[in-house]
């Protein structure tokens, strides 16, 4: 994980590139992939002759700067769980959904994931109306979904943390008729490192792990996917304090890479801890919405009891 002191130099960094941004006449963004170091050179004197500022960018960074809306749901109804629901999540923030039991919030996101099937309205991404039938639609859109089940919906328990780590991007480590075990067994081990996952091997069965590195498995499964939006359901449901410290460390640094993050969470705390803005439900409505500054568990109370 990284430290405080490299994810405070991301802020500053991006704060400075979106200033740059929001004082500049002009700007042009393009691909940066295939230049060599003497064009690149090259490049860089005569931009610099002509008085253009020259950055090369990562594209993580530079969605944060421009922090636009990533996700964009638009009059939502389901059937039988839920109606009208509207909300956006913009990239590198952290979007929280409250409510209490029966609130219809899990039906909501496996509708957007596409493992429940809308009635009507849209869901849109970087502007883009998508047409999501089911869940590999949304994967292949960028959008994916932590179950708050991960060992019925997340993982399979009898097999190892190699083979769980891969189950979303197996099509990467096919080649032929065989399969790059190399390639394969280096993601896993530098998911083990960055998330600090306690496993004696990549062998080891899954079933065996504690609930926090459980957790862990099934996250570095989604995001071996890079994922642009990542939806969180109860996502330190069932673990201890200090696995909770580190699944919060994880969820802060993919926002601080700029991923969009929604957090369904039954924990009050937990929301006004870890969110930026929050959607309260009640009984398949979206019945507030609250800036980080309104933030209350009172607040978010009556607005998850409210049935108007």
Not at 94 to 117: C, H, N, P, W
Request: with cysteine.
């Amino acid at each position: 994980m990284p430290s405080a002191k490299i994810l405070s130099e991301k802020q500053a960094y991006v704060a400075d590139l979106k200033a740059k941004f929001e004082s500049a006449v002009s700007g042009c963004v393009v691909a940066y992939g295939g230049i060599n170091v003497e064009n690149d050179t090259k490049l860089r004197k005569e931009l610099r002759e002509a008085g253009v500022d020259y950055m090369v960018v990562k594209n993580t960074m530079l969605r944060l700067a421009v922090k636009g809306t990533s996700l964009e749901v638009k009059g939502l109804e389901h059937d039988k769980y839920f109606r009208d629901i509207n909300f956006h999540a913009r990239y590198g923030e952290i979007v929280g959904f409250a409510g209490l039991v029966g609130a219809r919030r899990t039906e909501l996101m496996k509708t957007i994931f596409g493992a429940y099937q809308k009635a009507g309205g849209d869901i849109y991404l970087d502007g883009k109306k998508l047409e999501i039938k089911r869940p590999q639609d949304a994967i292949d859109n960028g959008i994916v979904y932590v179950s708050e089940d991960r060992r019925d919906e997340g993982l399979i328990l009898k097999n190892d943390v190699k083979f769980n780590m891969g189950l979303v991007c197996l099509g990467d480590f096919i080649r032929g008729v065989g399969v790059k075990h190399g390639a394969w067994d280096k993601m896993v081990e530098d998911y083990r490192k960055k998330f600090s996952i306690k496993i004696t091997s990549s062998r080891q069965l899954t079933g065996n792990l504690s609930g926090g590195n459980q957790q862990k498995v099934v996250l570095s499964k989604w995001l071996a996917k890079k994922p642009k939006v990542i939806i969180l359901d109860e996502p330190t449901r069932g673990i201890d304090v200090g696995s909770k410290a580190e699944i919060y460390a994880i969820i802060d640094e993919l926002a601080a890479e700029g991923v969009s993050i929604i957090m369904v969470s039954s924990e009050l705390p937990e929301i006004i801890n870890m969110c930026n803005r929050c959607y309260v439900m009640c009984e398949g409505r979206i019945t507030g919405e609250l800036a980080e500054e309104e933030f209350s568990q009172e607040s978010m109370m009556t607005f998850a009891t409210s049935r108007e």
